[in-house]
Protein backbone atom coordinates (compact mmCIF):
# COMPACT_ATOMS: atom_id res chain seq x y z
CA UNK A 1 0.00 0.00 0.00
CA UNK A 2 1.37 3.56 -0.25
CA UNK A 3 2.49 5.40 2.35
CA UNK A 4 1.47 8.16 4.39
CA UNK A 5 2.92 11.33 3.26
CA UNK A 6 6.50 12.36 4.91
CA UNK A 7 6.35 14.79 7.70
CA UNK A 8 8.10 16.96 5.27
CA UNK A 9 5.67 16.79 2.54
CA UNK A 10 2.63 17.27 4.80
CA UNK A 11 4.25 20.40 6.26
CA UNK A 12 3.30 23.22 5.10
CA UNK A 13 6.11 25.68 3.15
CA UNK A 14 6.79 29.15 4.95
CA UNK A 15 4.69 30.98 2.39
CA UNK A 16 2.18 28.82 3.61
CA UNK A 17 2.71 29.11 7.17
CA UNK A 18 2.96 33.46 6.50
CA UNK A 19 -0.63 32.95 5.01
CA UNK A 20 -2.10 31.51 7.47
CA UNK A 21 -0.77 33.99 9.91
CA UNK A 22 -2.31 36.82 8.11
CA UNK A 23 -5.12 38.66 8.95
CA UNK A 24 -8.26 37.25 7.35
CA UNK A 25 -9.52 39.21 4.23
CA UNK A 26 -12.93 40.01 3.92
CA UNK A 27 -13.67 37.26 1.22
CA UNK A 28 -11.83 34.82 3.57
CA UNK A 29 -14.38 35.92 6.39
CA UNK A 30 -17.39 35.19 4.17
CA UNK A 31 -16.05 31.39 3.01
CA UNK A 32 -15.58 31.02 6.49
CA UNK A 33 -18.91 31.63 7.45
CA UNK A 34 -20.33 30.24 4.52
CA UNK A 35 -18.95 26.51 5.65
CA UNK A 36 -20.15 27.05 9.43
CA UNK A 37 -23.33 27.24 7.86
CA UNK A 38 -22.89 24.51 5.82
CA UNK A 39 -21.72 22.41 8.66
CA UNK A 40 -25.06 23.55 10.35
CA UNK A 41 -27.64 23.04 7.53
CA UNK A 42 -28.40 22.50 3.84
CA UNK A 43 -26.59 24.63 1.07
CA UNK A 44 -30.07 24.91 -0.01
CA UNK A 45 -31.23 26.39 3.08
CA UNK A 46 -28.09 28.90 3.00
CA UNK A 47 -29.23 32.37 2.17
CA UNK A 48 -26.59 35.40 0.87
CA UNK A 49 -28.17 37.32 3.82
CA UNK A 50 -27.22 35.23 6.47
CA UNK A 51 -23.81 34.60 4.88
CA UNK A 52 -23.50 38.23 5.28
CA UNK A 53 -24.33 38.77 8.55
CA UNK A 54 -22.27 35.84 9.84
CA UNK A 55 -19.33 36.84 8.13
CA UNK A 56 -19.60 40.38 9.64
CA UNK A 57 -20.30 42.39 5.93
CA UNK A 58 -22.43 44.78 4.33
CA UNK A 59 -24.74 42.51 1.62
CA UNK A 60 -23.80 44.86 -0.92
CA UNK A 61 -20.08 44.33 -0.70
CA UNK A 62 -20.77 40.48 -0.30
CA UNK A 63 -22.63 40.77 -3.72
CA UNK A 64 -18.92 42.86 -4.94
CA UNK A 65 -17.28 39.48 -3.89
CA UNK A 66 -19.14 36.80 -4.87
CA UNK A 67 -22.15 35.93 -7.31
CA UNK A 68 -23.35 33.32 -5.98
CA UNK A 69 -22.79 30.64 -3.18
CA UNK A 70 -21.41 28.37 -5.79
CA UNK A 71 -19.18 31.30 -6.03
CA UNK A 72 -17.80 31.25 -2.60
CA UNK A 73 -17.14 27.33 -3.07
CA UNK A 74 -15.24 28.05 -5.73
CA UNK A 75 -13.21 30.13 -3.89
CA UNK A 76 -12.96 27.85 -1.01
CA UNK A 77 -11.87 25.37 -3.57
CA UNK A 78 -8.88 27.47 -4.77
CA UNK A 79 -7.86 27.57 -1.37
CA UNK A 80 -7.47 24.58 -0.62
CA UNK A 81 -5.77 23.85 -3.55
CA UNK A 82 -3.46 27.11 -2.64
CA UNK A 83 -2.50 25.64 0.45
CA UNK A 84 -1.44 21.89 -0.82
CA UNK A 85 0.43 23.54 -3.97
CA UNK A 86 1.90 25.74 -1.38
CA UNK A 87 3.96 21.86 0.48
CA UNK A 88 7.00 21.18 -0.21
CA UNK A 89 6.88 17.90 -2.44
CA UNK A 90 10.87 17.86 -3.34
CA UNK A 91 11.70 14.81 -1.45
CA UNK A 92 9.25 12.95 -3.50
CA UNK A 93 10.68 13.59 -7.08
CA UNK A 94 12.08 9.99 -7.05
CA UNK A 95 9.04 8.25 -6.03
CA UNK A 96 6.31 6.43 -8.41
CA UNK A 97 3.85 8.66 -9.71
CA UNK A 98 0.96 6.94 -7.86
CA UNK A 99 3.04 7.37 -4.63
CA UNK A 100 3.51 11.00 -5.25
CA UNK A 101 -0.20 11.73 -6.02
CA UNK A 102 -1.04 9.63 -3.27
CA UNK A 103 1.38 12.24 -0.63
CA UNK A 104 -0.72 15.27 -2.22
CA UNK A 105 -4.19 14.19 -1.89
CA UNK A 106 -3.75 13.34 1.75
CA UNK A 107 -2.61 16.98 2.00
CA UNK A 108 -5.67 17.67 0.42
CA UNK A 109 -7.46 15.76 2.96
CA UNK A 110 -5.51 17.02 6.06
CA UNK A 111 -6.09 20.55 4.94
CA UNK A 112 -9.56 19.68 4.44
CA UNK A 113 -9.76 18.08 7.69
CA UNK A 114 -11.40 21.42 9.58
CA UNK A 115 -14.34 21.46 7.15
CA UNK A 116 -15.08 18.08 7.51
CA UNK A 117 -18.71 18.06 8.37
CA UNK A 118 -19.55 21.46 5.50
CA UNK A 119 -18.01 18.70 2.93
CA UNK A 120 -20.23 15.93 4.76
CA UNK A 121 -23.42 18.47 4.32
CA UNK A 122 -22.14 19.16 0.81
CA UNK A 123 -22.47 15.89 -0.64
CA UNK A 124 -25.14 15.10 0.96
CA UNK A 125 -26.91 18.29 -1.26
CA UNK A 126 -25.29 17.16 -3.86
CA UNK A 127 -26.65 13.47 -4.66
CA UNK A 128 -30.24 15.14 -4.69
CA UNK A 129 -29.61 18.07 -6.78
CA UNK A 130 -28.02 16.77 -10.01
CA UNK A 131 -27.15 20.39 -11.17
CA UNK A 132 -25.36 21.16 -7.97
CA UNK A 133 -23.14 17.52 -8.44
CA UNK A 134 -22.39 18.96 -12.44
CA UNK A 135 -21.59 22.02 -10.98
CA UNK A 136 -19.87 20.76 -7.90
CA UNK A 137 -17.69 18.37 -10.69
CA UNK A 138 -16.24 20.92 -12.64
CA UNK A 139 -14.69 22.94 -9.82
CA UNK A 140 -13.25 19.05 -8.58
CA UNK A 141 -12.14 18.51 -12.08
CA UNK A 142 -9.90 21.45 -12.10
CA UNK A 143 -8.86 21.08 -8.72
CA UNK A 144 -7.56 17.28 -9.38
CA UNK A 145 -5.87 18.97 -12.65
CA UNK A 146 -3.46 21.13 -9.97
CA UNK A 147 -3.20 17.97 -7.66
CA UNK A 148 -1.82 16.16 -10.88
CA UNK A 149 0.27 18.75 -11.78
CA UNK A 150 1.91 18.69 -8.21
CA UNK A 151 2.29 15.21 -8.12
CA UNK A 152 4.59 15.84 -11.69
CA UNK A 153 1.83 13.93 -13.35
CA UNK A 154 0.78 15.73 -17.32
CA UNK A 155 -2.62 17.17 -16.32
CA UNK A 156 -2.69 19.45 -19.83
CA UNK A 157 -4.73 18.52 -23.15
CA UNK A 158 -7.47 15.58 -23.66
CA UNK A 159 -5.32 13.00 -21.23
CA UNK A 160 -4.99 15.37 -19.11
CA UNK A 161 -8.75 16.29 -18.95
CA UNK A 162 -9.28 12.48 -18.24
CA UNK A 163 -6.91 12.08 -15.85
CA UNK A 164 -8.53 14.95 -13.61
CA UNK A 165 -11.95 13.86 -14.00
CA UNK A 166 -11.32 9.99 -13.29
CA UNK A 167 -9.51 11.29 -10.42
CA UNK A 168 -12.09 13.72 -9.29
CA UNK A 169 -14.30 10.41 -9.23
CA UNK A 170 -12.26 8.49 -7.29
CA UNK A 171 -11.17 11.30 -4.85
CA UNK A 172 -15.16 11.65 -4.03
CA UNK A 173 -15.37 8.23 -3.36
CA UNK A 174 -12.37 7.95 -0.68
CA UNK A 175 -14.07 11.20 0.38
CA UNK A 176 -17.20 9.11 1.92
CA UNK A 177 -14.67 7.23 3.72
CA UNK A 178 -13.00 10.04 5.76
CA UNK A 179 -15.74 11.27 6.37
CA UNK A 180 -16.62 8.58 9.04
CA UNK A 181 -12.46 7.51 9.57
CA UNK A 182 -12.19 8.33 13.57
CA UNK A 183 -9.09 7.45 13.59
CA UNK A 184 -6.45 9.66 13.95
CA UNK A 185 -4.10 8.16 11.52
CA UNK A 186 -6.69 7.74 9.16
CA UNK A 187 -5.99 3.92 8.33
CA UNK A 188 -9.07 3.51 6.58
CA UNK A 189 -9.03 6.69 4.24
CA UNK A 190 -5.49 5.84 3.38
CA UNK A 191 -6.44 2.07 2.32
CA UNK A 192 -9.48 3.59 0.48
CA UNK A 193 -7.46 6.06 -1.63
CA UNK A 194 -4.69 3.17 -2.24
CA UNK A 195 -7.37 1.07 -3.88
CA UNK A 196 -8.68 3.93 -5.86
CA UNK A 197 -5.71 4.84 -7.00
CA UNK A 198 -4.56 1.24 -7.83
CA UNK A 199 -7.98 1.26 -10.07
CA UNK A 200 -6.81 4.08 -11.60
CA UNK A 201 -3.63 2.99 -12.65
CA UNK A 202 -4.71 -0.06 -13.99
CA UNK A 203 -7.32 1.52 -16.11
CA UNK A 204 -4.63 4.28 -17.24
CA UNK A 205 -3.10 1.62 -19.79
CA UNK A 206 -6.74 1.50 -21.51
CA UNK A 207 -7.21 5.25 -21.35
CA UNK A 208 -3.74 6.12 -23.40
CA UNK A 209 -4.84 3.49 -25.86
CA UNK A 210 -7.84 5.38 -26.52
CA UNK A 211 -6.47 8.45 -26.36
CA UNK A 212 -3.69 7.19 -29.46
CA UNK A 213 -6.75 6.01 -31.34
CA UNK A 214 -7.36 9.28 -32.75
CA UNK A 215 -4.01 10.20 -33.37
CA UNK A 216 -3.59 6.85 -35.35
CA UNK A 217 -6.03 7.59 -37.51
CA UNK A 218 -5.28 10.73 -38.56
CA UNK A 219 -1.83 9.38 -39.52
CA UNK A 220 -3.97 6.57 -41.23
CA UNK A 221 -6.42 9.52 -43.39
CA UNK A 222 -3.49 10.87 -46.16
CA UNK A 223 -2.07 7.51 -47.13
CA UNK A 224 -5.86 6.80 -47.70
CA UNK A 225 -6.61 9.87 -49.60
CA UNK A 226 -3.14 9.47 -51.53
CA UNK A 227 -4.58 5.90 -52.50
CA UNK A 228 -7.90 7.45 -53.71
CA UNK A 229 -5.95 9.92 -55.80
CA UNK A 230 -3.68 7.34 -57.32
CA UNK A 231 -6.81 5.06 -58.29
CA UNK A 232 -8.45 8.70 -59.61
CA UNK A 233 -5.57 9.44 -61.97
CA UNK A 234 -5.49 5.63 -63.31
CA UNK A 235 -9.26 6.05 -64.37
CA UNK A 236 -8.71 9.33 -65.96
CA UNK A 237 -5.86 7.65 -68.16
Not at 61 to 80: Q, T, W, Y
Not at 141 to 148: D, E, H, K, P, Y
Not at 228 to 236: G, I, L, W
Request: proline share 5%.
Amino acid sequence: MARRPKSQASRPSRRATAAASAPASARDKVVAAFLALLAEKRLEQIGLAEVAQRAGVALADLRDMFASPLGILAAHFKAVDRAVLAADYSDMADEPARERLFDVLMRRLEIMAPQREAVRSLLRSARRNPPLALALNALAVRSQQWMLTAAAIPAAGPRGMIRAQALAVMFTAALRTWLDDEDEGLARTMAALDRALGRGQRLAGLVEDLCFIPSRLCRLRPRRRRRHDDDAEEAAA
